[in-house]
């Protein structure tokens, strides 16, 4: 399973994500090939939002629906599934103990309202605290409150949160970490960014027409047409877009708000499908 990772945040947050965002495009996958499916992929909140413009999404996000639909279409076995929700709560540069009093009501939206002590990091400035453990057994819980200071400018306070693991009920589930999220963020009246991640086992080895129908099974659920793809031997990568799915990104001065993978590995013979809205990132 992966692990949300913070340490780089000490930089220059959204210069270095969209640095990393730009890597995914061209040569990120190709640095993942020998990976487990499962392994550490870098936080996406900040580099979406230095890089993409992001539509308007209404309250009943049809995002879970569609993607767990997609991923039945393209035969695979849903294995674990992410949420990643990430928000400015405001433009202003906080202290240490300012942000510990808003890591405490944010974790007690969580549902966490026994956790007082975090790890917490502090650098000129970059003020922030951390916290990871199980929301429930077998799903793992990522949470962050970042404030840095702008060059010139006021600064910027940042509520990040990341939900992974192995589900029990699905879509209906994903659904539930969709709302509980939500309620993290109510009372600074901010509707979060969220990033879906899905991945899904097929048995065996696919040939590479094999792996291209499988991905196509993928996009034609989602109605989607292809915008960029990375292949190689045992792996395959496309970006696409679809007006079904309402928050999109611009990339290069092109929308894409869907990413689907499949990857083969041999430690345990099996391909690894994973599809992600607005994209996948970092290694898998």
């Not at 292809?226 to 395959?236: H, I, S």
Request: aromatic share 8%; charged share 20%.
């Amino acid at each position: 399973m992966r692990r949300f990772s913070f340490n780089f945040l000490r930089f220059n947050f959204k210069i270095f994500l969209l640095i990393v965002l730009l890597l995914s495009f061209t040569g990120g996958l190709a640095l993942a090939r020998h990976l487990h499916p499962l392994a550490a992929r870098t936080s996406r909140a900040a580099s979406i939002q230095a890089a993409s413009t992001v539509q308007a999404v209404d309250r009943d996000d049809p995002v879970p629906h569609l993607l767990f639909n997609a991923l039945t279409a393209g035969g695979a076995r849903l294995e674990t599934m992410g949420l990643e929700a990430w928000g400015s709560l405001n433009s202003t540069f906080m202290d240490g103990e300012a942000i510990q009093d808003l890591a405490g009501r944010a974790a007690t939206a969580l549902g966490l309202e026994g956790i007082t002590s975090f790890t917490r990091q502090d650098d000129a400035g970059f003020h922030a605290l951390f916290w990871e453990g199980e929301l429930q057994p077998g799903v793992v819980l990522y949470f962050s409150l970042q404030s840095l200071a702008g060059a010139g400018e006021g600064g910027e306070t940042y509520l990040l949160i990341n939900l992974e693991g192995q589900p029990k009920q699905g879509e209906g589930e994903m659904l539930a970490w969709q709302e509980k999220v939500r309620e993290a963020f109510r009372p600074w009246q901010v509707e979060p960014h969220l990033i879906y991640n899905l991945t899904g086992v097929i048995p065996g080895k696919l040939t590479p027409a094999e792996r291209e129908q499988r991905a196509r099974a993928v996009l034609a659920a989602l109605a989607a047409e292809k915008v960029e793809g990375v292949e190689d031997e045992e792996l395959l990568s496309i970006s696409a877009y679809t007006p079904r799915l309402p928050r999109s990104l611009e990339v290069a001065g092109r929308p894409v708000n869907a990413n689907v993978a499949l990857r083969y590995h041999a430690t345990d013979d099996n391909t690894y499908l994973h599809l992600g809205s607005p994209l996948l990132g970092g290694e898998y």
